[in-house]
């Protein structure tokens, strides 16, 4: 199982970027997906999780700022950020709560990461 996040890069304070995390190899079932984010020198902190049953939940920060989908299809869950704040740049970083079989237990599997930059 493997996590390809895309998406980060340099923006202004206002500006939007849409995060992508496509999951790729053996899998059966998700449970949840999430993204975390890591700024320098602070913990890694969740941002937002979606489940199979499109319950979602949001840090208190980023709350009416971004929103999480996914799209079953293509095994792929979305962090659209607007209004971005220089506070927001960090490493985010998604995961999945999955299993590559209907026998085996669920397991976390997480990307390797994407770079936000929010800068004037």
């Known amino acids: 199982v493997q996590l390809q996040a895309s998406g980060g890069g340099l923006v202004q304070p206002g500006g939007s970027l849409r995060l992508s995390c496509a999951v790729s190899?053996?899998?059966?079932?998700?449970?949840?997906m999430t993204w975390y984010r890591q700024a320098p020198g602070k913990q890694r902190e969740l941002v937002a999780s979606?489940?199979?049953?499109?319950?979602?939940v949001y840090a208190d920060s980023v709350k009416g700022r971004f929103t999480i989908s996914r799209e079953n299809a293509k095994n792929t869950v979305y962090l659209q950020m607007n209004s971005l704040k220089p506070d927001d740049t960090a490493v985010y970083f998604c995961?999945?709560?999955?299993?590559?079989?209907?026998?085996?237990?669920?397991?976390?599997?997480w990307g390797q990461g994407t770079l936000v930059t929010v800068s004037s």
């Open positions: 995961k999945t709560r999955a299993r590559s079989s209907p026998i085996s237990r669920y397991a976390d599997y």
């Open positions: 190899g053996s899998i059966v079932s998700t449970i949840i």
């Open positions: 979606i489940t199979n049953q499109d319950s979602i």
